[in-house]
């Protein structure tokens, strides 16, 4: 399997910006399709964003179409979340994902994941 660390999380105003990184070491990273999923307070843990392998693919929920985008870097292993705009409702633990399947939105076709890391945005 794959290893899965993310960083770039933090305390931001609403409105502002962040860019979450998740470096991945082990395998081969572009055998991987990439997702990042998000788990606020009290909740279920949700689908985000995914991109397929090459990148030419992308697919996001449908909450943060225009304000998240998700692009990959194969030669640096690294999977990036440009979050902009960003709402009190965006507030989560934010994981990446590595799957060598298809590109989807459950929780269960991703076999590896990161740590987490925690995004809170400012009302």
């Known amino acids: 399997q794959v290893q899965l660390i993310e960083s770039g999380g933090g305390l931001v105003q609403a409105g502002g910006s962040l860019r979450l990184s998740c470096a991945a070491s082990?395998?081969?990273?572009?055998?991987?399709?990439m997702g990042w999923f998000r788990q606020a307070p009290g909740k279920e843990r949700e689908f985000v964003a995914a991109i397929s392998w090459s990148g030419g693919r992308v697919y996001y929920t449908d909450s943060v179409k225009g304000r998240f985008t998700i692009s990959r870097d194969n030669a640096k292993n690294t999977v990036y979340l440009q979050m902009n705009s960003l709402k009190a409702e965006d507030t989560a633990v934010y994981y990446c994902a590595a799957t060598v399947r298809m590109m989807g939105t459950l929780q269960n076709q991703y076999g590896s994941w990161g740590q987490g890391t925690q995004v809170t945005i400012s009302s």
């Open positions: 082990g395998r081969t990273f572009s055998d991987y399709t």
